[in-house]
């Protein structure tokens, strides 16, 4: 599995990005985040079918997670970026099917790189 988040950037209060992270091979992907001076936190997850959809408390209702498996491709829209929200961004992958909770790091075997998002108000 190999995988390559991209579309971080720089971006005002209240604006919009959408991430990707070509996901070629993958089962469940996830989404988690690390600001600086701070631990890596659990963001999205999304099933290999798209039939469940995971999300922190902090990014419900703003945050939506999807996949078009024909591109191996998962996406992260984000809405309404809060400055809280700037962080390196990572996408994982796991199994299709894991004992494992979606919001816990060690369901995932495969990390790629990160992508910045910085959100300034």
């Known amino acids: 599995v190999q995988l390559q988040a991209s579309g971080g950037g720089l971006v005002q209060t209240g604006a919009s990005l959408r991430l990707s992270c070509a996901a070629s091979?993958?089962?469940?992907v996830g989404w988690f985040r690390q600001a600086p001076g701070k631990e890596r936190e659990f963001v999205a997850a999304?099933?290999?079918?798209?039939?469940?959809?995971y999300y922190a408390d902090s990014v419900k209702g703003r945050f939506t997670i999807s996949r078009d498996n024909a591109k191996d491709t998962v996406y992260l829209q984000m809405n309404n970026l809060k400055s809280e929200d700037t962080a390196v961004y990572y996408c994982a992958a796991g199994p299709k099917n894991s004992a494992r909770s979606y919001n816990t790091e060690n369901r995932y075997t495969y990390w790629g790189q990160g992508t910045l998002v910085t959100v300034s108000s």
């Open positions: 999304i099933r290999y079918d798209s039939r469940g959809m």
């Open positions: 091979g993958s089962g469940s």
